[in-house]
C-alpha cells in the first residue's frame, strides 16, 4: 500500500541506469503471469516482467507458518469449460489437467480435486450440506428455488445469433444479443423481483454468490453478471463432477508457483513502475527499486499493462483522454482476508461436518475456508481457517475508508465474535490471527459496465501498449485474467511477427 500511494507525491530519484527490453510487463498477477507464461511458450524470451510487491501472484498471494500454507485470497479454480481454451492449456502445462485439453470431459489430478465434504451452510444453529438454504424453508421458497433454477437453465442452454453460448467464460466468448445485454442495465436484484422471485432464501443465496465472486451485493452487480455467475460455467471432468473444484492449501498461489518456473529469472519484484511514455520508437519506463531506493530507466517495444487499469492515468504521460476516462469510471471492491491458524480444529457443530468452504448465512462475511482440508489428515490436528469479508454493505469508498483507519484489534474481535456463533470453542483455539486489507480487490460489475463502450475501450491496444488485465472483463476471476493475459501476450507476438507455439 505504502509503495502504491507514493505514486500521489511523484517523489522518486531520477534514473541512474538505463536498460533494454523486448517487452515489459507491469504488474505480476494472474495476468502478468499468463502473459509471460505465453511469450515464454511461445519461444520469445525477450521481456521482463515487474511486480510492486516482493512475490508475484497478485489477488492470489499466499502464506505459510508451522502449521500449513494458507491463502490470502483466491482460493480455488472451478473446472474450465471448453470455451476457457487458455485456462485449460494452461492447466495441460502444469499437469493439473491429464489428457487432452479440448476433450470435453478432461481428467484432473485428483490431488488437486477438492476433497469432500465440499461446502456446508451455518443457518439457525445448524450445519447442512451445500449452500442453497434447505432447512425450515416453505413450499413458497421450494417452488421460487425450482422457477429459478429453471431460469437459469434456459439461460445455461441458450445460444445467441452467433452460435455463441448466451454466457461463457472467458465472457469476450459470451453471446451479444440485444436482449442478453440488456440484463447489464438493470441490478440482480430487480432481475429477481422482475420474475416475481421474492423468497428471502433465494435472494440471500444469490446475493451470496454476488458477494462473494464479485465482492458487491446484488442490488449493485448488473443482472448480466449475476447470471453469469451462476450459468457459465459448465466445465465437466471424466473422474469428477461439474461442481468439484480445484484447490490447495495456499489457495491458487499454487498455480502461481508453477508458472514462473520457466522465466522466474526475467521477474524484476519490488519494482513500481512509476511512469511510462510512448515515442516513435519505443516505450521508456521508469521503474522505482524499493530496496536499492533508486530508479532505472526501461527502454521496451511493446508494453503489456497488466497492472489495474486505475493505475495507468498515474503512469502513463499523454494517455488517450477517453481510456483514461474508462479507467477512471472502474469501481474497485474492497475486501478483508484473515488467517487463523487453530492449535486443534473447531467444534464441528450440529449438523454437516466441517469442509472445505464454511459459509455463515447471517454473518456480514461470507465464511471460512479450511486449508488444512486437502491433507489425508485433515479431521485431526491444528489448521488454518482462511476468513474472508467483502465489503459490500456501503459505497466502497467508505468501505475503503473504513478499512483503511480500523485497527487490527478491532477487526480480529469482529471476526472471533463472529466464528464464535457456530463454533462457540474458537478463541480458546486461536493462537495467532493475521488480518490482510484488500483496498482495491477486484473491479465491480456495477448496472451498465460490462457492455458498455467505455469498458470496451480498455480491450483494445493503444500504440504499443496492450491491456491485458481482468478489469478489461469488468469483473475479477482467473480464468479472465488468464485470458486477457494470454491474448495481449499474442497481439506482442503478432507485432513482434513471432509464430506461435501451442498444442491447439
Known sequence: MERGHRLRGRDFPAPSEFRKTGVAIVGGGIAGLSAAWKLNKSGFGDFQLFELEDAVGG????????????????????????EARETRELLADLGVLQ??????????????????PQERLYRNGLWQEGLLPQIGTTKHDQE???HFFALLEQFRQRQGASGLRAFAIPAARSARDADLMALDRISMRQFLFQHKLDSPLLHWYVNYGCRDDYGSDYARVS????????ASRNGQAANAESDQVLTWPEGNDWLVKQMQRGFKERIVSGALVQRMEETKSHVELDVFMHSENRSVRWQADQVIFAAPMFVL????????????????????APWLVANLTLNSLPNPGHGAPLSWDNVLYDSPALGYVNATHQNLRSHEGPTVLTYYQALSGEPEKNARQRLFDTPRNQWAEMILRDL????????????????FRWGHAMSMPVPGWIWSAARERLTLPHGRLHPAHSDLSGFSIFEEANYWGVKAAESVLQHQ???LRSRW
Do not use: M
Request: charged letters at 20%.
Open 223 to 230: 443482472a448480466w453478471a449475476g447470471l453469469h455467475y451462476f
Open 497 to 499: 511477427h513471432l509464430l
Open 420 to 435: 464464535s456463533r457456530p463454533h462457540p470453542d474458537i478463541r480458546d483455539k486461536v493462537t495467532q490471527l493475521d488480518v
Open 99 to 116: 489428457g487432452d485439453p479440448c476433450a470435453e470431459t478432461p481428467s484432473y489430478d485428483e490431488r488437486y480435486l477438492c476433497f469432500a
Open 144 to 146: 421460487q428455488y425450482r
Open 313 to 332: 492515468p498515474h503512469l502513463f504521460e499523454g494517455l488517450d483522454t477517453n481510456l483514461k476516462q474508462a479507467c477512471q469510471q472502474i469501481r474497485y
Open 59 to 82: 489477488n492470489a498471494r499466499s502464506g505459510k507458518n508451522a502449521v500449513s500454507a494458507y491463502p490470502w485470497g483466491a482460493h480455488y479454480l472451478p473446472l474450465p469449460g471448453v
